[in-house]
């Protein structure tokens, strides 16, 4: 897959140095498949789930989600956010979706 907007992975693992190692597991592993559809995705990584266009991510034992929206004919996957849980709660992203 294509990953864009890598910015918000380095921005975020600077500010939470802890989440930083499997945000960049999450990102090799993204680079080296090709997802056809979101079961795909779940194969891939169970903790996943979906909301309006987005996939949601569980990221570091569910202390971290990365919320992204997928392109599966194009092959690319669009960061949108990468959160806390506390400020995933807030449902912020949602509009996003």
Known sequence: M????YEAIAKFAKKHARARS???TWYDV??????????????????TDIYGDCVIF???GNN???IATITYETEQ???NAVLTHA????DKWKRNC
């Not at 294509?2 to 907007?5: G, K, M, R, S």
């Not at 993204?30 to 903790?47: E, Q």
């Not at 400020?87 to 807030?90: A, N, R, T, V």
């Open 64 to 66: 971290y989600r990365l």
């Open 22 to 24: 499997s945000l960049n």
């Open 30 to 47: 993204t680079l080296k498949t090709k997802w056809k559809n979101f079961d795909d995705v779940k194969k891939t990584f169970r903790a």
């Open 77 to 79: 996957v669009y960061i």
């Open 87 to 90: 400020e995933y709660d807030k």
């Open 58 to 60: 569980d990221i570091g």
């Open 2 to 5: 294509i990953i864009a907007n």
